[in-house]
């Protein structure tokens, strides 16, 4: 609905109420935003440049804290060398691009190379090494991390990421990039990962680490809403990933089956049955960087994100404030502030105007008592070396919009929501009409235009 003068006042009053906290400046309770990556891939696995390159991209575009998750890599060993040649279209590359190499050389003069029987090698850093070299306390934070890559019979592929933890778990020591999975269960995999990462961490005196399930739809739907649904533990999942290409729509619903869906049955059924609510990530998937000697077409980068509210830009700060919702997924869309009264139920948010650009509000919702079974399936057919899948379709009164509110180009954005007697959750999705910068608009992880998401909140 169009937001009248009147209408608008009552929203602005409603939102002063909470404290705005800027990006860098922090407000009356110490906290401020942190823009953050935390999925990024280098040539210890697929990326397409070294450690320093990666790193040092993110840092120049502003990031206030960065990690790196090579496929089932946290890279340790001193003595790693890469050859230095032709860009190779072969997975996972196997050379330094010569182009890489030499804007490596030019921006870190230090680097070690050498050459050796007749070819340039460059040697790889560890990320013990990058984190010495890059991490500065209360400036900019590096994180080590991993992405659990594994994949089974028929192409089903399950991909989990955790970030905080300097190893290895003991399912993916001495694997290759893809660890083999057979026709083993997804859910039951997940909840062993999970296990084996919270392991490592109390191993680790019970360092802070985060984790989360990566890119539900890829390649062929692999991962499902009953998928997340069996594992209520898991507290993040991403709703935004630029990295992966699309899974093709088949025969499913003209409403979509993309990854807010995915995310609004999940969240109806935990909340129904009490249990902890699922949060969603932003991430770029980068394989490919910028300053690196890379052709831009092949580049996406700085894309999708997230924005943490906390008091301190340490990993315990982060995850603390993520785990209690305290931060937002975004292509493009920045908040100003996010609040929630928890007692009223009363999600309030507030988005700087940008010129020439329009927005609109959804806030959404499930009421309780809707059916949150799936109410039928969709055979997908096997194909393009994707096996068969069988997709459920879920009641279209799950995730529906209770309230939504236009802005016109250039005006700032001011909503609130409260939650009825009878809705489980509300969380806000806020799009422009600016397309996405992403290469392939047309992508079931990815919006076609510009969007910030808020987490979900109910009543405390």
């Given at each position: 609905?169009?937001v009248?003068?009147r209408?608008f006042?009552?929203l602005?009053a409603a939102?002063?109420a909470f404290?705005?906290?800027?990006?860098g400046?922090?407000g009356?309770?110490g906290?401020?935003?942190?823009?953050?990556q935390?999925?990024?891939?280098?040539c210890?696995?697929d990326?397409?440049?070294?450690p320093?390159?990666a790193?040092q991209a993110y840092?120049?575009?502003?990031?206030?804290?960065f990690?790196?998750t090579?496929?089932?890599?946290?890279?340790?060993d001193?003595d790693?060398?890469?050859p230095v040649?032709?860009?190779?279209?072969v997975?996972?590359?196997?050379?330094?691009?010569t182009?890489?190499?030499?804007a490596f050389?030019k921006?870190?003069p230090?680097?070690?190379w050498?050459?050796r029987?007749g070819r340039?090698?460059?040697?790889?850093?560890?990320?013990?090494?990058?984190?010495?070299?890059f991490n500065?306390?209360g400036k900019?934070?590096?994180?080590?991390?991993c992405?659990?890559t594994?994949a089974?019979?028929?192409?089903?592929?399950l991909?989990?990421n955790?970030?905080g933890?300097?190893?290895?778990?003991?399912?993916?020591?001495?694997?290759?990039?893809?660890?083999g999975?057979?026709?083993?269960?997804?859910?039951?995999?997940?909840?062993?990962?999970?296990g084996?990462v919270?392991?490592?961490a109390?191993?680790?005196n019970?360092?802070?680490?985060l984790?989360?399930?990566?890119?539900?739809?890829?390649?062929y739907?692999?991962?499902?809403p009953?998928h997340l649904?069996?594992?209520p533990?898991v507290r993040?999942?991403?709703?935004?990933?630029?990295?992966?290409?699309?899974a093709?729509e088949?025969?499913?619903?003209r409403?979509?089956?993309?990854n807010?869906?995915?995310?609004?049955?999940?969240?109806?059924?935990?909340?129904a049955?009490g249990?902890?609510?699922l949060?969603g990530?932003?991430?770029?998937?980068?394989?490919?960087?910028?300053?690196s000697?890379?052709?831009?077409?092949?580049?996406?980068f700085?894309?999708?994100?997230?924005?943490?509210?906390?008091?301190?830009?340490t990993?315990?700060a982060?995850?603390?404030?993520?785990?209690r919702?305290?931060f937002?997924?975004?292509c493009?869309v920045?908040?100003?502030?996010?609040?929630f009264?928890?007692r009223?139920g009363?999600?309030s948010?507030?988005?700087?105007a940008?010129?020439?650009?329009?927005?609109?509000?959804?806030?959404?919702?499930?009421?309780?008592?809707v059916?949150l079974d799936p109410?039928r399936?969709?055979?997908?057919?096997?194909?393009?070396s994707?096996?068969?899948?069988?997709?459920?379709?879920y009641?279209d009164?799950?995730?529906?919009?209770?309230?939504?509110?236009t802005f016109?180009k250039?005006?700032?954005v001011r909503?609130s929501?409260?939650?009825?007697a009878?809705d489980?959750?509300v969380?806000?999705?806020v799009?422009?009409?600016e397309?996405?910068?992403?290469?392939?608009?047309?992508?079931?992880?990815?919006?076609?235009?510009?969007?910030?998401?808020t987490?979900?909140?109910r009543?405390?």
């Open positions: 609905m169009r009248t003068r209408a006042t009552g602005t939102a002063a404290p705005a906290v800027s990006a400046v922090p009356k309770d906290k401020r935003w942190y823009k953050g935390l999925h990024t891939h280098t210890w696995s990326g397409r440049v070294l320093e390159q790193v840092r120049d575009a502003g990031y206030d804290f990690a790196i090579d496929h089932n890599r946290i890279g340790s001193p790693r060398w890469m040649g032709e860009l190779e279209r997975w996972p590359p196997k050379v330094i691009d182009p890489v190499f030499e050389r921006r870190f230090n680097a070690k050498r050459d029987e340039r090698e460059v040697r790889m850093s560890t990320m013990a090494e990058i984190h010495a070299r500065q306390p900019f934070l590096f994180m080590k991390g992405e659990v594994l089974g019979s028929e192409t089903r592929h991909h989990l955790y970030v933890l300097d190893r290895l778990i003991p399912f993916v020591r001495n694997s290759p990039l893809i660890h999975i057979g026709d083993a269960d997804p859910s039951g995999l997940i909840r062993t990962i999970r084996e919270e392991a490592l109390a191993e680790r019970g360092v802070p680490y984790f989360w399930v990566n890119h539900p739809h890829w390649t739907y692999d991962v499902l009953q649904i069996d594992n533990e993040f999942f991403e709703i935004c990933n630029n990295g992966s290409d699309a093709p088949g025969g499913l619903p409403d979509g089956y993309d807010d869906r995915l995310w609004d049955v999940v969240l109806a059924t935990r909340c049955r249990e902890q609510l949060y990530i932003g991430v770029d998937d980068t394989h490919f960087y910028p300053n000697g890379i052709r831009p077409s092949s580049i996406v700085n894309d999708a994100w997230i924005a943490v509210r906390a008091t301190a830009l990993p315990s982060l995850f603390t404030a993520m785990n919702g305290d937002y997924a975004t493009g920045t908040f100003d502030d996010i609040a009264d928890g009223k009363t999600l948010l507030s988005v700087p940008k010129a020439g650009v329009a927005h609109t509000v959804s806030f959404i919702t499930t009421k309780r008592g059916p109410v399936e969709v055979d997908l057919p096997a194909g393009n994707h096996g068969a899948r069988s997709v459920p379709v009641s009164a799950i995730g529906t919009v209770a309230k939504q509110f016109a250039g005006e700032p909503a929501y409260t939650l009825a009878d489980l959750y969380r806000a999705r799009a422009s009409d397309p996405a910068t992403y290469r392939n608009a047309i992508n079931r992880m990815h919006p076609p235009v510009k969007v910030g998401w987490q979900p909140y009543r405390q």
